[in-house]
């Protein structure tokens, strides 16, 4: 038997499982049922409030918290809406509020951008994420930590299960 005595802290890859709902109660998004998410701590992959609340944490820790949009996917900008006419999209694509398109922002860095209203000459484009603004809830289990190997922290992210593959 091996136990684990890690804490989460920065340099860590982290395994955990874990629910996000909005205030209404909703399940946004969950690792239930699938892969857990692996992730390095630190590297500002995740949202600040969950890598702050999950700091410290133990392999079993079991736990529920909240995260401000402050400290979640930002509070709702409201002039980063723009109106493109449908022509820009294929013909035959479907366009459906929610889905998300990547486009080349000012410093030509790629930025993701969702779909908001639909109309029939233009869409309407949101460059905030669609969590913007909310208080997110979660409820996280931590099922492993361990040391990021050194190409893990070069690349920012973890390799292995559920983590990337090159
Ligand atoms: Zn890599």
Redesign the pocket.
Known sequence: MLLNFQSVADGKVVTVHYTLKNAAGEVIDSSEGNQPMVYIQGMGNLVPGFEKAVNGKRVGDDFAFEVSAEEGYGERDDEAVQAVPRSVFPKDLEILPGMQFGVTGPDGQPMPVWVGEVHEDSVILDMNHPLAGAVLFFSVRIMDIRDATR??MA?G?A?GPGG?H?
């Open positions: 190409d893990e690349h992210h390799h990337h090159h």
